[in-house]
């Protein structure tokens, strides 16, 4: 299967280390049709990038929950290692109490479905995926292992999805919630770069 925005994103069913450290063994993309969701890839637990996004997801997750989103993550290790990485102090190098799922990928299966699995490695890269409420995937982002990602950015991706949905606007370079957007249309197009040419001149 692959992965390709605009199409239906690939649904997947695995074990997971729930908010109240619970495992659930048959957690499933398709319990959240009617959610956004923003599922992301990591490689490892106890690893050097990975606690910074995660915790920085985990630090927004109230921006992300006003939205109606869900937080996944999901990495290549056990959920044993995703609960003992949970158990581990931030100043120890852990994660702490995170309140989002953390799936345990340890088939591969799920990060080989997203395009993100480095078959060599058995790592998945840093995907992001934006899945709207009917569980078309419509944003998506993947960096190599030393990138970490800007989770700001994923809030204003949802933010744009969901003016679109409301307004039928389409949101042009650097919009943020609350911006004009414009019209899809070559009046729109005029319209808006009238009123914002010199913004793009520089």
Same mark, same amino acid.
């Given at each position: 299967?692959?992965?390709?925005?605009?199409?239906?994103?690939?649904?997947?069913?695995?074990?997971?280390?729930?908010?109240?450290?619970?495992?659930?063994? $048959?957690?499933?993309?398709?319990? /959240?049709?009617?959610? /956004?969701?923003?599922?992301?890839?990591?490689?490892?637990?106890? !690893?050097?990038?990975?606690?910074?996004? @995660?915790? *920085?997801? #985990? &630090?927004?997750?109230? %921006?992300?929950?006003?939205?109606?989103?869900?937080?996944?993550?999901?990495? !290549?290790?056990?959920?044993?290692?995703?609960?003992?990485?949970?158990? !581990?102090?931030?100043? $120890?190098?852990?994660? =702490?109490? @995170?309140?989002?799922?953390?799936?345990?990928?340890? !088939?591969?299966?799920?990060?080989? $479905?997203?395009?993100?699995?480095? *078959?060599?490695?058995?790592?998945?890269?840093?995907?992001?995926?934006?899945?709207?409420?009917? =569980?078309?995937?419509?944003?998506?982002?993947? #960096? #190599?292992?030393?990138?970490?990602? #800007? @989770?700001? *950015?994923?809030?204003?991706?949802? $933010?744009?999805?969901?003016?679109? %949905? &409301? /307004?039928? %606007?389409?949101?042009?370079?650097?919009?943020?919630?609350?911006?004009?957007?414009?019209?899809?249309?070559?009046?729109?197009?005029? *319209?808006?770069?009238?009123?914002?040419?010199?913004?793009?001149?520089?």
């Amino acid at each position: 299967m692959s992965v390709q925005v605009g199409k239906p994103a690939p649904l997947f069913k695995a074990t997971a280390v729930m908010p109240d450290n619970s495992f659930k063994e $048959d957690f499933k993309l398709e319990d /959240y049709r009617g959610k /956004y969701v923003v599922v992301f890839f990591y490689p490892l637990d106890f !690893t050097f990038v990975c606690p910074t996004e @995660i915790l *920085e997801f #985990n &630090k927004f997750l109230p %921006e992300f929950e006003k939205r109606n989103v869900q937080v996944i993550g999901v990495s !290549t290790d056990s959920h044993f290692s995703h609960l003992a990485w949970k158990n !581990t102090d931030l100043k $120890d190098g852990g994660i =702490g109490n @995170i309140k989002y799922p953390l799936v345990s990928d340890f !088939t591969k299966q799920i990060s080989r $479905d997203y395009g993100v699995l480095i *078959e060599e490695d058995g790592v998945a890269l840093r995907g992001s995926f934006l899945i709207d409420k009917e =569980g078309v995937l419509q944003h998506a982002v993947i #960096n #190599n292992l030393s990138l970490g990602r #800007n @989770i700001k *950015e994923m809030l204003r991706m949802v $933010d744009a999805l969901q003016h679109f %949905e &409301k /307004y039928g %606007e389409v949101c042009p370079a650097d919009w943020e919630a609350g911006k004009e957007a414009m019209k899809a249309s070559p009046d729109g197009v005029k *319209e808006f770069l009238s009123k914002h040419a010199d913004e793009f001149l520089g």
